[in-house]
């Protein structure tokens, strides 16, 4: 065991705190949302899936990247690319907290922008365009958002 913790380990509370409350603070992490859904709605992997933000961004964006490769194989326009990418990121904002659509959506609009246009990857700013699809990637997943 290691004797430097050992003071941490012994030591009282910090001035100031009863030592019943300890100094840790209520944050409803990812984690704390999926264990009140499973509470209400039982043990599935598609439904922890469904309150999980993080796994959502992950779909987000390989889901997006996937859309691009095979958009960019069929000749699809970079107008039709980054409509599907929006219409992924609405889907995968669905009934969740609208500040938490948010990460899906820049990261919708990051994925458009590296990748819509043949862009291999290297992101760029086109001014005005890219700043209408990030309003555009930002408005459909706040609208796709359930819960304030």
């Given at each position: 065991?290691?004797?430097?913790?050992?003071?941490?380990?012994?030591?009282?509370?910090?001035?100031?705190?009863?030592?019943?409350?300890?100094?840790?603070?209520?944050?409803?992490?990812?984690?704390?949302?999926?264990?009140?859904?499973?509470?209400?709605?039982?043990?599935?992997?598609?439904?922890?899936?469904?309150?999980v933000?993080?796994?959502r961004?992950?779909?987000?964006?390989?889901g997006?990247?996937?859309?691009?490769?095979?958009?960019?194989?069929?000749?699809?326009?970079?107008?039709?690319?980054?409509?599907?990418?929006?219409?992924?990121?609405?889907?995968?904002?669905?009934?969740?907290?609208?500040?938490?659509?948010?990460?899906?959506?820049?990261?919708?609009?990051?994925?458009?922008?590296?990748?819509?246009?043949?862009?291999q990857?290297?992101l760029?700013?086109?001014?005005?365009?890219?700043?209408?699809?990030?309003?555009?990637?930002?408005?459909?997943?706040?609208?796709a958002?359930?819960?304030?």
């Amino acid at each position: 065991m290691s004797r430097r913790q050992d003071s941490v380990k012994t030591a009282g509370p910090l001035p100031g705190t009863d030592h019943d409350e300890g100094v840790t603070a209520p944050i409803l992490s990812d984690r704390t949302r999926a264990d009140e859904h499973r509470h209400h709605h039982g043990e599935s992997l598609a439904g922890y899936l469904m309150t999980v933000a993080s796994a959502r961004v992950f779909v987000v964006f390989w889901g997006g990247l996937a859309l691009c490769d095979i958009a960019d194989a069929a000749g699809a326009s970079p107008r039709i690319t980054g409509s599907l990418l929006v219409v992924l990121t609405a889907a995968c904002s669905l009934w969740l907290p609208r500040t938490r659509t948010l990460g899906g959506a820049l990261v919708g609009w990051l994925v458009f922008v590296g990748f819509a246009n043949g862009a291999q990857g290297q992101l760029r700013w086109g001014g005005w365009p890219d700043a209408a699809w990030l309003a555009v990637f930002v408005v459909a997943a706040l609208l796709a958002g359930g819960r304030r």
